[in-house]
């Protein structure tokens, strides 16, 4: 039977702070981790954090640098998040990718491994359902491809789960891996294999705030004009209707707190966030944007976004159905941290509400991955997935 339990520490020092939060969820565990999922701030050295949590867990252990971790205790930012589990080692692998920028589909090939010889072997222990828990790099621009490739090298219906590491705020460089690797520019992920699939739940409580709008030029992760204008100067006019005039030095909070919503026919259907402005007024976003989509500048109300933690929370539940909870893992974007602010707790208790007394942890985001049966589209933003993990 599958246990997991969380730890947090917000201790400056890299090592003390993951010995620090190991020690607080070991003794919790009641056996020896077999694995773990380790969230710091971008402050500490991920290859110093994960080397420290390996030694003190005697686990693998995967992990990311973040834009704020938590667990069900609460949010900080510039610590130490950690989840413990004791997954049957024979019932998980970990690989990792490097060169996620510019060749993602090589590095889902990479990610993939040998994921035919898994899914035999797990087939002879009767383990029939699998999961993938992805951790990707935030500012590569290619998460979305990564997901899509690794789709095409894994399963029909694999279910991928995960989100994009942050650097808290700075968009500069994030880290990703495992402890057998780990750096900027990579990604890592863990192939669960079970008798019950992981339970995934996803939600995002946004509401459109401006006129409808289409994308006349793209490129990739570029946003350069919307309505044949720099896409900037759409932020700028929504910005002044509001009483904001945009600054270097406020510009970037505004976008992050503002995205785009993406429209499929006339439903909402996800977000993209913007990152950064180029010299031509260009937005650089986290993930793709198609050329002709239409889309608006979105609005998160801080009681939406929490009801929308609920529901996150209980869609994951269900796709349990009747099997107990080991732990939850969440991925939350920065946007919604930076909305709720202080009352980011609320959110956190929104999913405890449906898992009472069961150990959470998670971080926010730059990308939120989830790619299961009926949702086709794999990489949001401004979104909360909540990830729950069968005893």
């Not at 520490?9 to 020690?23: K, L, P, Y």
């Not at 732990?327 to 707790?345: E, K, S």
């Amino acid at each position: 039977m599958t246990r997991a339990a969380s730890g947090a520490s917000a201790a400056t020092e890299t090592v003390r702070a993951v010995h620090d939060a190991v020690g607080q969820a070991r003794p919790a565990l009641g056996a020896a981790p077999t694995l773990g999922f380790l969230f710091v701030s971008a402050r500490h050295r991920l290859d110093v954090a994960l080397a420290a949590a390996r030694e003190a867990a005697g686990c693998d252990v995967v992990g990311c640098t973040t834009a704020g971790e938590f667990t069900e205790r609460g949010k900080t930012t510039g610590g130490v998040a950690v989840l413990l589990t004791t997954l049957d080692p024979q019932a998980f692998a970990v690989t990792n990718a490097t060169g996620v920028k510019a060749d993602p589909a090589g590095a889902a090939r990479q990610l993939a491994g040998d994921f035919a010889g898994l899914m035999a072997s797990a087939a002879r222990r009767g383990w029939g359902l699998s999961s993938t828990v992805l951790l990707v790099d935030g500012l590569a621009g290619t998460g979305e491809v990564v997901v899509k490739e690794l789709l095409a090298n894994t399963r029909a219906f694999q279910q991928v789960v995960g989100g994009a590491a942050g650097d808290d705020g700075r968009f500069k460089e994030t880290w990703t891996g495992s402890t057998r690797q780990s750096g900027a520019d990579a990604a890592v992920a863990v192939h669960v294999f079970g008798k019950t699939g992981w339970g995934i739940g996803v939600d995002h409580g946004l509401r459109p705030r401006s006129k409808t709008m289409t994308v006349t030029r793209a490129d990739g992760n570029v946003l350069h004009e919307l309505d044949g204008r720099p896409a900037i100067e759409a932020y700028q006019s929504y910005a002044k209707e509001r009483g904001v005039t945009l600054t270097p030095e406020n510009t970037g909070q505004f976008l992050i707190g503002n995205e785009l919503g993406v429209f499929f026919l006339n439903e909402l259907h996800h977000a993209r966030a913007p990152v950064g402005v180029g010299p031509r007024g260009e937005l650089k976003l986290v993930a793709s944007i198609t050329q002709g989509a239409k889309v608006c500048i979105l609005d998160g109300e801080p009681d939406s976004m929490v009801s929308a933690a609920g529901r996150a929370a209980e869609a994951a539940k269900a796709a349990l159905g009747d099997a107990p909870v080991a732990g939850v893992l969440v991925f939350d974007c920065i946007c919604r941290g930076l909305i709720l602010d202080a009352a980011f707790q609320r959110e956190i208790d929104a999913v405890r509400a449906r898992f009472p007394d069961t150990p959470v942890a998670g971080f926010l985001t730059y990308g939120e991955i989830a790619r299961f049966r009926g949702k086709l589209d794999g990489w949001h933003n401004t979104t909360t997935v909540v990830l729950a993990i069968p005893a």
